[in-house]
């Protein structure tokens, strides 16, 4: 399985970027996906994941009803949608596919790890 993650980048505070991350190498709707960040000095923290249908979602408390994740199947893709971004979202993102069809917010239910993107939020 691979995992490509894309769409990090630098933005002003208030700003949006668009995650994405392709999968490969097994059947993409079978599974559930995440999204963590891990920002410098800290622990790896869940954003927010999606079941394999993409018909429940699960959110961080700091990023609700600012950012969304989808999963589409038919791309092998799932996005994380980042709106009203703060200083405090400055971190590494990952997605990663977990080894059922929901993983939840534990890592340890996650077999597979894409590359990490950097987002990096400005005041």
């Known amino acids: 399985v691979q995992l490509q993650a894309s769409g990090g980048g630098l933005v002003q505070a208030g700003g949006s970027l668009r995650l994405s991350c392709a999968a490969s190498?097994?059947?993409?709707?079978?599974?559930?996906m995440g999204w963590f960040r891990q920002a410098p000095g800290k622990e790896r923290e869940s954003v927010a994941t999606?079941?394999?249908?993409?018909?429940?979602?699960n959110y961080a408390d700091s990023v609700r009803g600012r950012f969304t994740i989808s999963k589409d199947n038919a791309r092998n893709t799932v996005y994380l949608q980042m709106n009203s971004l703060e200083t405090e979202d400055t971190a590494v993102y990952y997605c990663?596919?977990?080894?059922?069809?929901?993983?939840?917010?534990?890592?340890?239910?996650?077999?597979?790890w894409g590359q990490g993107t950097q987002v990096t939020v400005s005041s």
């Open positions: 990663a596919q977990a080894n059922t069809n929901w993983g939840g917010s534990r890592t340890s239910r996650y077999n597979y």
């Open positions: 190498g097994r059947t993409f709707s079978s599974f559930g």
């Open positions: 999606i079941t394999s249908g993409g018909d429940i979602t």
